[in-house]
């Protein structure tokens, strides 16, 4: 089990006040890492870092725009300042918005512009540049760990979410490509990898699974019969695995985009 300890190692974790990636940055703490939690919200990411140090770990918050190389830029000397090294990444950050996402109210051929660019840009190059920001601490020390942050939708497109679930597939494609590049030219003790969450009620989707007296949509309901476990997905749930993929126990797996999904991705429907 000592290969599952993270003692020592720093964790950046972009989406870091988010609910899922909030929840890795307590379960990576938890397991021993240092961790800096990096957000557009820095006042939320503070909160997330504080909890991890009212309970004896040790976290920092950055505010970052991961679409901004200056902003990566700046958080990572800070990062480098307070625990002088980067060996785990998580690109949490990302999301959806129902601008672009079709409904009975919102036709594929009237997304705004804009609305397709925010999705495909935030998920994609959201992952990107901090992996060549961050990347490259790691690519100078020969060793490290990323894990990026998928989707059911990447497997099989989702109906609706046209921009999410190209924007995710090119996640896992970009996993695998990075995994190659990096052990090719850099060193093959850097290692990457990705995690293809199933369906977890979240303030992202609650628009598209409940109404609004908390009862599920037509859509909702679908996904409950399309997951042979029979329920959403908890944060919490995702921890183990990403805890996994950055250790030392998953030193030979790179390139991989795990399924955490209650079965949805075996079901057939029949």
């Known amino acids: 089990m000592e290969n599952f300890n993270l003692s020592g190692k720093v964790a950046v974790i972009t989406g870091g006040a988010g609910v899922l990636c909030s ?13 800096a939690v990096l957000d557009l919200a820095e006042a939320q990411a503070q909160i997330v870092a504080d909890a991890i140090n ?6 920092i918050a950055v505010g970052v725009n991961v679409l901004d190389l200056e902003s990566l830029q700046h958080a990572r000397q800070v990062v480098l300042d307070h625990f002088g090294r980067v060996d785990i ?32 840009n935030l998920n994609l190059l959201g992952t990107v540049y901090p992996t060549q920001v961050f990347g490259k601490v790691m690519a100078d020390q020969k060793a490290g760990c990323i894990l990026n942050i998928s989707s059911m939708a990447a497997m099989t497109p989702l109906t609706n979410t046209i921009a999410y679930s190209a924007a995710k597939a090119a996640v896992s494609n970009f996993t695998q490509w990075m995994s190659v590049h990096f052990c090719q030219l850099y060193s093959p003790e850097i290692r990457v990898n990705a995690l293809a969450p199933g369906f977890l009620l979240t303030q992202q989707n609650q628009y598209l699974l409940e109404d609004e007296d908390g009862n599920r949509t037509v859509r909702g309901q679908k996904i409950i019969d399309g997951t042979p476990m029979g329920r959403y997905g908890k944060p919490e749930e995702l921890v183990g695995a990403a805890i996994y993929l950055c250790s030392d126990a998953a030193s030979f797996v790179t390139g991989v985009v795990l399924p955490i999904d209650g079965g949805f991705s075996a079901y057939s429907g029949v």
Not at 54 to 59: D, I, L, V
């Open 54 to 59: 009212a309970k004896g770990g040790e976290a």
């Open 89 to 120: 990444l998580v690109n949490g950050a990302g999301g959806n918005k129902a601008a672009a996402t079709t409904s009975p109210d919102l036709s594929f051929f009237d997304l705004p512009q804009e609305a397709l660019q925010w999705v495909l």
């Open 23 to 35: 929840t890795m940055a307590h379960g990576f703490a938890d397991a021993g890492a240092k961790i």
